[in-house]
């Protein structure tokens, strides 16, 4: 697979923004986008911390974000983030590991290649386990998680809105 995690760059500061027009007119989630849907710019996107810090409150986690560029023609393709920790809401919903590939881009691959190379950089910062959550209807994002060695944990009612299924399933990655 030709994709490769780098840190947001202005470079992309068009790609990012179209990345989020394009979810956005797909009227899908922004799940591992930073807080993406809630800016107006790419440079106000990149304030990760002081502006995550004030949406989730004493529920706000450091994370690590990063672009997946197809190597080939320099495209974002798809946004991920690693949580450091797990607060009490990512523990029961959200996980360790958020992502979103381009719709124009799936179904070729990029979601499992996405969470491949994040987790080999989880195992290089010395995690010795993940979580993963996906919708119990969003069968992509099952089989991306299983194919990765996530192994089903527990289902949970989704309290909190965040997926349409009404159930998000919890799986664990040993690294």
Same mark, same amino acid.
């Given at each position: 697979?030709?994709?490769?995690?780098?840190?947001?760059? @202005?470079?992309?500061?068009?790609?990012?923004?179209? $990345? @989020?027009?394009? #979810?956005?007119?797909?009227?899908?989630?922004?799940?591992?986008?930073?807080? *993406?849907?809630?800016?107006?710019?790419?440079?106000?996107?990149?304030? $990760?911390?002081?502006?995550? @810090?004030? @949406?989730?409150?004493?529920?706000?986690?450091?994370?690590?974000? $990063?672009?997946?560029? +197809?190597?080939?023609?320099?495209?974002?393709?798809?946004?991920?983030? %690693? +949580? !450091?920790?797990?607060?009490? $809401?990512? %523990?029961?919903?959200?996980?360790?590991?958020?992502?979103?590939? *381009?719709?124009?881009?799936? !179904?070729?691959?990029?979601?499992?290649?996405? #969470?491949?190379?994040? #987790?080999?950089?989880?195992?290089? %910062?010395?995690?010795?386990?993940? %979580?993963? =959550?996906?919708? +119990?209807?969003?069968?992509?994002? !099952?089989?991306?998680?299983?194919?990765?060695?996530?192994? #089903?944990?527990? =289902?949970?009612?989704?309290?909190?809105?965040?997926?349409?299924?009404?159930?998000?399933?919890?799986?664990?990655?040993?690294?």
């Amino acid at each position: 697979m030709d994709i490769k995690l780098i840190r947001p760059d @202005k470079k992309y500061a068009g790609q990012v923004m179209d $990345f @989020k027009k394009a #979810l956005a007119e797909n009227n899908e989630g922004f799940d591992g986008c930073a807080g *993406l849907e809630d800016v107006e710019s790419f440079e106000e996107w990149l304030d $990760f911390e002081e502006r995550l @810090k004030k @949406k989730f409150g004493g529920g706000y986690v450091p994370s690590d974000v $990063f672009l997946a560029v +197809r190597e080939n023609d320099d495209r974002v393709v798809g946004i991920m983030d %690693l +949580r !450091r920790e797990l607060s009490d $809401f990512l %523990l029961n919903y959200g996980g360790s590991i958020g992502y979103s590939v *381009l719709p124009s881009e799936r !179904r070729k691959g990029y979601g499992g290649e996405m #969470l491949r190379l994040i #987790l080999d950089y989880c195992r290089e %910062l010395g995690k010795e386990r993940v %979580l993963l =959550t996906c919708d +119990r209807k969003n069968e992509a994002s !099952r089989k991306v998680i299983m194919n990765n060695g996530g192994v #089903l944990e527990n =289902t949970v009612h989704d309290d909190v809105g965040l997926c349409n299924g009404g159930v998000i399933e919890r799986y664990w990655i040993i690294l």
